[in-house]
């Protein structure tokens, strides 16, 4: 990215800030160039972001990464900070890498959060997982906008998505926007995206057993988003901190 473009403010002609809030963004642009990130052939590296910036403020973390020949990054992202909290990843995997990604978004109140991914297989044999939960309330907004490409020649790809929401206010909004953009023939791609809400009859079923309405959504809200970061770096600060924004969410 070139100087001139870093300093233009984003607009929503660009898809991957569709959903953004532009007067947020407006208010700490231009940002930091994206911090860089080399896997080294034949390496496996883990890293962590908990965004949990203070009320009001805005937050936006970007990564530019590269995953050499055999190499592999597990990647997790916690997003629940700030009036605008906003993560992308700018991925390059070479011959026979993997990356996977374990993502959750928590909001609630007016709060604008994002995770954004752009994962370019560009060479054969390579493989990517992503799997991104969400959950807001009250007038949040939570999205996800995650691209896969493919280059010519990159065969033997074989990259996944799975994106799930759920909105505990009708007045909340998610955003879920998986795209692929394919241009090799011999290849394994699959994406799937839900929102909703939560289940009544698990909500019946877990109050019928003397559970309060709150603890019931909590207990199936933590249902909706285990897993996500299993084998994480620090796994259990993650874990901590996504259920104490549940507690407060519900």
């Known amino acids: 990215m ?7 403010l984003p607009t929503r002609r660009d898809e991957s800030w569709r959903y953004a809030d532009l007067d947020a963004v407006a208010r700490v642009w231009p940002v930091a160039a994206p911090e860089a990130i080399v896997i080294a052939a ?7 972001l908990i965004q949990s910036a203070a009320d009001g403020a805005v937050a936006i973390h970007q990564f530019a990464v590269t995953i050499e020949a055999g190499a592999r990054l597990d990647f997790h992202v916690l997003n629940t900070g700030g009036a605008y909290g906003r993560v992308s990843l700018d991925v390059t995997l070479r011959d026979g890498a993997h990356f996977e990604l374990g993502g959750v978004i928590l909001g609630s109140g007016e709060q604008t959060l994002e995770i954004v991914t752009s994962v370019t297989h560009a060479e054969p044999n390579a493989t990517s997982n992503q799997v991104v939960r969400t959950v807001v309330g009250g007038r949040a907004t939570g999205s996800f906008l995650g691209k896969v490409a493919v280059a ?31 241009y090799a023939d011999d290849v394994k791609c699959a994406h799937g995206a839900t929102v909703g809400e939560l289940d009544k009859a698990a909500m019946f079923y877990l109050a019928a057993r003397g559970l309060p309405p709150a603890e019931a959504k909590q207990l199936l809200l933590q249902a909706f988003v285990a897993g996500v970061f299993e084998g994480a770096e620090d796994e259990a600060a ?13």
């Open 2 to 8: 070139t100087l001139a473009a870093a300093l233009v």
């Open 238 to 250: 993650l874990t901590a901190a996504a259920l104490a924004k549940l507690e407060a969410m519900v």
């Open 152 to 182: 010519r020649g990159a065969q033997k790809t074989d990259a996944a998505q799975s994106v799930k929401a759920m909105l505990l206010d009708r007045t909340a909004t998610a955003n879920a926007k998986p795209e692929l953009e394919i």
């Open 42 to 48: 034949g390496q496996t590296e883990t890293r962590h």
